[in-house]
Nanobody
């Protein structure tokens, strides 16, 4: 069974930091790029960051460049999203995503709330 399980969300003050994790199973993790998306209430789902299968290439949404870092550990089948200098507008449900050959896989999401 192909599965993505996110963790690490929570409540944080503006300027704070969080690290999200996404544990993958059921497919050959090291062969596929991985993505983090987010969706705020009333807004469309937004691509936040992408990492290549080896981890050698990354891309970020303009809104998070310089503040967020995506990384992966292929020995642990896990992708991470380190979020620094968090802002209230980063509040959203954050999803891990893998586009496999036959399916587009999503985790259940982890909530990040940035508020004072």
């Amino acid at each position: 069974q192909v599965l993505l399980v996110e963790s690490g969300g929570g409540l944080v003050q503006p300027g704070g930091s969080l690290t999200l994790s996404c544990a993958a199973s059921g497919f050959t993790f090291s062969l596929f790029p991985m993505n983090w998306y987010r969706q705020a209430p009333g807004k469309e789902r937004e691509l936040v960051a992408t990492i290549s299968n080896t981890g050698g290439g990354t891309n970020y949404a303009n809104s998070v460049k310089g503040r967020f870092t995506i990384s992966r550990d292929n020995t642990k089948n896990t992708v991470y999203l380190r979020m620094n200098s968090l802002k209230p507008e980063d509040t959203a449900l954050y999803y891990c995503n893998a586009r496999l050959v036959a399916a587009n896989i999503w985790g259940q999401g982890t909530q990040v709330t940035v508020t004072s």
